[in-house]
């Protein structure tokens, strides 16, 4: 394993399906994929883990993965690929998900293994991926070997309590898993759903307690996001949305950026993460709350480029000037 910041990114690939004002779209996603295509256009170096389908769908994930700079390590599969149902209402997707038997869950812990560049520094993972099933389970041990080896473990569960079964099983799926990350980011409706039954500072203790995260960031929408690292919290403003158009892939365009940000910064490791100063996490957040902002005012997951956040964040500064 090499120190040049390379992050492995692994889980769901589908298509988003969308429907909005009655007219279908086909846009490659999966929360992971967003990941990887927002880490490679700001200039990160990325590779994903997981298999691709070798159907025309999976061409055309495999085309925006490669696009956007991404190494596909996971390899194509026959099978067919994921398929996303969105609907559109007054900006907020609603998902309805057809994954049995598809390209993506084909996974083994060992053919994960094989497909982790041996140069990467972290490998990040979430959402529908831990929802249930064997290749929740295979995502579980895979990440947990990563996290004992040395590798930064990121994790962002963007909780779907909708399309799980077995509700107490994926939370305590998740749960455990907050034992095993150094990078835990969710939102605060993830965080409800996680931890039901509690007010929204008792669900965080009770998680900070739990987990091992040097860093855990929530995101709370139009109120901003706030992090806890090394005992000491901070919280940023939200950034200004011009026109929001949905807000599809927000919260990943968030994830990858602050994860761009830190391997900029030399900080992907257990021990940068841990000597982070509050000025440079500050400017990550902001950043990537940006980067959010940007992603919200344009159809779909499409996240904006390194040199397009730069603009974005000068512009703010000539304003405030």
């Not at 596909?72 to 690929?81: I, N, V």
């Not at 598809?102 to 053919?111: F, G, K, N, P």
């Not at 990078?183 to 996680?194: C, F, P, T, V, Y």
């Amino acid at each position: 394993m090499t120190a040049d910041g390379l992050i492995a990114v692994g889980g769901e690939n589908l298509i988003d399906h969308v429907t909005r004002d009655g007219v279908a779209t086909g846009y490659p996603g999966g929360s992971p994929v967003n990941v990887a295509i927002a880490l490679g256009r700001q200039g990160a170096k990325v590779a994903y883990l997981s298999p691709i389908s070798t159907d025309a769908w999976g061409d055309r994930l495999a085309a925006a993965l490669e696009g956007a700079g991404v190494r596909l390590t996971g390899g194509r599969r026959a099978e067919p690929t994921t398929m996303a149902r969105v609907t559109i209402a007054d900006g907020i997707p609603s998902y309805r998900f057809e994954r049995r038997g598809t390209a993506e869950r084909m996974v083994t812990e060992a053919a994960l293994h094989a497909a982790l560049p041996e140069a990467a520094v972290a490998v990040h993972t979430g959402s529908l991926t831990l929802t249930d099933g064997a290749d929740a389970e295979v995502w579980e041990a895979f990440c947990a070997g990563c996290y004992h080896g040395g590798r930064v473990v990121s994790l962002d569960p963007n909780v779907r309590l909708s399309v799980v079964e077995n509700v107490e099983g994926y939370r305590a799926r998740l749960l455990r898993m907050c034992e095993r990350v150094h990078i835990l980011k969710l939102s605060d409706e993830d965080l409800a759903a996680l931890l039901p039954g509690r007010t929204q500072a008792e669900a965080l203790a009770d998680l900070r307690r739990l987990s091992s995260a040097r860093l855990l960031v929530l995101t709370e929408g139009a109120r901003g996001a706030r992090a806890w690292y090394g005992g000491a919290e901070i919280a940023v403003p939200p950034a200004r949305v011009g026109a929001l158009v949905d807000t599809v892939g927000a919260g990943d365009t968030f994830t990858a950026t602050l994860l761009a940000g830190l391997a900029a910064q030399g900080a992907m490791s257990p021990q940068g993460l841990e000597t982070l100063d509050r000025a440079t996490l500050a400017a990550l957040l902001r950043r990537a709350s940006v980067a959010a902002a940007l992603n919200c005012g344009r159809e779909g997951c499409d996240p904006p480029g390194a040199a397009e956040i730069d603009a974005a964040l000068a512009a703010v500064g000539d304003r405030k000037g």
